[in-house]
């Protein structure tokens, strides 16, 4: 009978718990909110040639050759709630001394293969949404020349500006 005691005491003492220890460490990420816009870093170019160019009548239409396709693909995401857009500004078409040789408002840009605009040099809504996106969202911008028969010869490229607004 001792004997059993001194087993049970001895299992008692293996199989009692041990003493631990333990850290603890708070963890903390913060998100800030952002409203961020990605665009290719491209020219938008016009390709007028002997076969496109006199076209047979006045006002004429050239889509833009490039980037591929004439589109422009435009990247948003949002990660907060709340109204945002999405803003653009085409410059008006100069001259190397500055000139105005095609004002902005003969490039025109449709939206998601919507109705054609034309553009402006001031910053023009072309896309608003509500809350945050699913991981970024892709909006195509396509151009297009129109072209009133009064227009210079010359190489004819535009760099667009687009931006993103969010409203309070």
């Known amino acids: 009978m001792k004997r059993t005691v001194q087993n049970i005491l001895v299992l008692l003492v293996l199989l009692a718990p041990i003493g631990y ?13 952002v ?3 990605r665009t290719p870093t491209t020219t938008i170019g016009f390709e007028l040639n002997l076969q496109n160019y006199p076209p047979p009548s006045f006002p004429a239409r050239y889509a833009a050759t490039t980037p591929e396709d004439g589109v422009l693909p435009v990247q948003v995401f949002v990660n907060q709630p709340g109204v945002w857009s999405l ?14 040789l095609i004002p902005s408002d003969q ?22 949404d509500v809350g945050a996106t699913e991981g970024w969202k892709e909006i195509r911008l396509e151009f297009a020349l129109e072209l009133k028969g009064n227009e210079p010869p010359g190489n004819y490229a535009v760099n667009v500006v687009v931006s993103a607004i969010r409203e309070p």
Not at 87 to 100: A, F, H, Q, V
């Open 87 to 100: 803003l653009l500004e085409i410059p008006d078409l100069l001259d190397e001394s500055g000139n105005r």
């Open 35 to 37: 409203i961020s816009v």
């Open 21 to 33: 220890a333990q850290a603890t460490w708070f963890v903390q990420a913060v998100i800030p909110e």
């Open 107 to 128: 490039i025109l840009f449709r939206v998601n293969e919507g109705p054609w605009l034309r553009g402006s040099s001031a910053p023009q809504v072309f896309y608003t």
